[in-house]
């Protein structure tokens, strides 16, 4: 009875030395993934950028119009692709100079840039615009730079939508040449002044449906890279001061999974017991009946 009273109490007690080293080994190796020092961070990319230039670009593909026989038919998708990538770098100006080198190699041109900070805490944002066939390329270089903090890619399906702008633009068209043929037909002073001015108008419209389906020209497609690079100096923590911040985590953690396992524990225990005494009253009532 002793002997196996010993084992069980090794046993628990060993089990209680293996959780204690698995929460210490995770708050040590834990410790290792923090090589920054605290920075204020953006709550979003670039949130204080206004980035008016929308890039988008085109993707060719043919897709069969009706039966086996049917000729294939061309069809461009007009697409916005979008990458955002967030890192930090202890060398901030070697930093920049390898992503300026990367956008110049692919071909891509910076369209927005915003550099702020002093030395120790220099933040600097950029937003590329890269041809489309060297998106992939530019992205797995730029996210070599640093530690990275965050990245994404967001591609999103315009060709609806550049599909509308054009079918405004033609209606708008025929709109003014009816408009020009009225003028050229005569009346009074006040309705030739209000064809000029609706004339006018449209013409205004025009230029600025120009102006959004300018973006879309093969000759303007790009895709966009959104680049923010952090200056962050480098944690030296010794292995002893790992050790010890460790240890004294470990140790407030152990004894808080410990009292909650106590408390479980006794709730438990308390509630088998009033069933125990719920059974045994149960019991009691039966017999007298």
């Known amino acids: 009875m002793k002997q196996s009273l010993k084992k069980r109490l090794r046993k628990i007690i060993l089990r209680l030395g293996i959780l204690f080293f698995i929460l210490f080994l995770f708050r040590l190796l834990y410790g290792y993934t923090k090589t920054f020092d605290n920075i204020p ?18 993707k060719k593909y043919k897709v069969k119009s009706g039966g086996v026989s049917q000729a294939a038919v061309k069809v461009d998708q007009k697409y916005e692709k979008i990458a955002e990538i967030k890192t930090k770098s202890s060398d901030f100006e070697g930093e920049e100079k390898t992503s300026r080198n ?3 190699k692919f071909n891509a041109l910076i369209q927005f840039e915003q550099k702020s900070g002093n030395k120790g805490y220099r933040k600097l944002n950029l937003v590329i615009g890269v041809p489309p066939e060297n998106f992939d390329a530019l992205y797995n270089e730029l996210i070599k730079i640093g ?11 315009k060709t609806n939508e ?4 054009n079918a405004k633009k033609q209606s708008l068209e025929k709109i003014r040449t009816s408009l020009i043929d009225l003028k050229t037909k005569g009346g009074k002073i006040a309705e030739y002044m209000g064809l000029e001015n609706r004339i006018l108008e449209i013409e205004q419209q025009l230029q600025n449906l120009g102006v959004s389906l300018g973006d879309f020209d093969d000759e303007n497609e790009f895709c966009t ?3 923010s690079l952090l200056e962050g100096k480098k944690i030296k923590i010794g292995i002893m001061q790992r050790v010890k911040v460790a240890l004294e985590w470990t140790v407030k953690m152990y004894l808080r999974v410990m ?3 106590f408390f479980l524990s006794l709730f438990a225990y308390v509630f088998l017991l009033i069933i125990d005494k719920l059974k045994i009253f149960e019991r009691i009532i039966n017999r007298k009946d």
Do not use: C, M, P
């Open 225 to 227: 890279v959104k680049f």
């Open 259 to 261: 009292t909650t396992l």
């Open 102 to 104: 990367a956008i110049g």
């Open 147 to 157: 530690k990275i903090q965050a990245k994404q890619i967001t591609k999103k399906d």
């Open 41 to 58: 961070n953006q709550t979003q990319f670039f949130d204080n950028i206004s980035n008016s230039k929308r890039n988008y670009a085109t």
């Open 162 to 165: 550049y599909k509308e702008l």
